[in-house]
């Protein structure tokens, strides 16, 4: 045996565990990871408010804890409008139930020649296996939804508290990044941070933009079936559609169609049928183009990004993909080096002129025999003395 084949094969083994065991800490610390990252795009997203607030000679840890404090205010706000909005809604719904119950039944029995009567249809629910099956199913998992809340407010509270450092501690986080750099890369890393900050600004704005426009569109919807609370149920929609990735649309609708259900069961389905058709003129016309111009990519690159995104890492891929794609594309944009393109139709959009008769006349003149008119280019120069 070589004598280095015992060491060959103690390194081999060492390599394959270090490579194990930081395949397993990744697994263990990919929430954690996740959780940074979206809490690094926070800060980016609250920067320009904090920059400015600082440059007014505020501490950034005062102007950072202001701007959590004015987001936090609003978010309980709203949330505590809505609640007790939906309670109320709730209680009126339960209330009215039976009416809507006869309502539903003396249709089915005019349709289909019926005799159905709620207390049949109560008593058959009420006695029903499914229904005691699902009350014990959900006694038993309470403590797997407390869990899941619990969970869900941790993991809030981790974003919150890195994003907050990341705001608070922005030019000491850019200085140590700096100092281990030399000083042509610190000036990349710099316009990189400042790419990231223009980007992320712009996404936040072009969907505050679309949370606004889809409150206007549904509000009018709302008004006009009229709908109790429709102020309100707007900015619902309005938010959750834009601001919660993939699930948002379908949460945001629920609450509109609930409430139009109190006061028509019909208009639940108008409420419906209007938050499918918005949801397709969003996704493909009004998101790509209003995208485009504030962050400054394709529309097919945004669409593109986010289903990657969505398809990597989920609802939060969905979230930071159209940011993450412009500060790259931005970032890259700046060492392309770029050429004047030829001046030709063709890349304008132009089709060139060509000489002569098209091809359908030349067709329609050979099926009629008619002989070929030659043009200007197409006839045989005189000879030349030299060919004589």
């Known amino acids: 045996m070589p004598r280095w084949l015992p060491r060959a094969m103690v390194l081999a083994l060492a390599l394959y565990a270090c490579f194990q065991l930081g395949n ?45 404090i004015g987001v936090l205010a609003t978010g309980v706000g709203f949330v505590v409008l809505l609640g007790s909005m939906l309670a109320g809604q709730i209680v009126e719904m339960v209330e009215d139930f039976p009416k809507y119950l006869d309502q539903v039944i003396n249709w089915i029995n005019q349709t289909f020649h019926t005799e159905l009567s709620r207390v049949e249809v109560q008593d058959s629910v009420l006695n029903s296996d499914w229904l005691r099956k699902y009350v014990q199913n959900s006694a038993t998992g309470v403590l797997d939804v407390s ?27 850019r200085r140590a990044l700096c100092s281990v750099l030399p000083p042509a890369r610190q000036a990349e890393v710099l316009r990189a941070w400042e790419i990231a900050v223009d980007k992320t600004g712009g996404y936040i704005y072009s969907r505050g933009l679309m949370a606004l426009i889809s409150g206007v569109a549904h509000y009018v919807l709302l008004l006009i079936l009229d709908v109790p609370y429709a ?22 609708g629920a609450l509109p169609m609930l409430i139009a259900f109190t006061v028509n069961p019909w208009y639940a389905l108008w409420v419906l049928g209007f938050v499918v058709v918005y949801q397709q003129f969003e996704n493909y016309v009004l998101q790509p183009k209003l995208t485009a111009k504030t962050v400054d990519i394709h529309p097919a690159v945004a669409f593109g990004s986010v289903v990657a995104g969505t398809a990597l890492m989920g609802a939060v891929g969905a979230l930071i993909a159209i940011p993450a794609i412009a500060t790259l594309q931005a970032f890259l944009g700046a060492y392309v ?32 025999h008619e002989p070929r008119q030659v043009s ?9 003395d030299d060919d004589i």
């Open 24 to 68: 397993w800490a990744f697994h263990q610390l990919v929430g954690l990871l996740l959780n940074i990252l979206i809490a690094f795009f926070l800060a980016l997203a609250i920067e320009p408010a904090v920059g400015r607030m600082a440059a007014h000679g505020m501490r950034r840890g005062l102007a950072t804890f202001l701007v959590f």
């Open 147 to 173: 869990a899941t809340v619990l969970g869900g407010l941790f993991k809030l509270l981790t974003i919150f508290l890195f994003s907050f450092y990341f705001a608070a501690d922005g030019p000491r986080l």
């Open 231 to 252: 102020p309100a149920l707007a900015v619902w929609v309005g938010l959750i559609s834009q601001f919660i990735p993939t699930i948002g649309t379908y949460l945001a």
């Open 337 to 368: 080096k770029r050429y004047a393109v030829t001046d030709d139709p063709r890349v304008h959009g132009r089709q060139p002129r060509r000489k002569g008769t098209s091809a359908l006349v030349r067709m329609w003149r050979t099926l009629r």
């Open 376 to 384: 200007r280019t197409d006839r045989t120069p005189p000879p030349s």
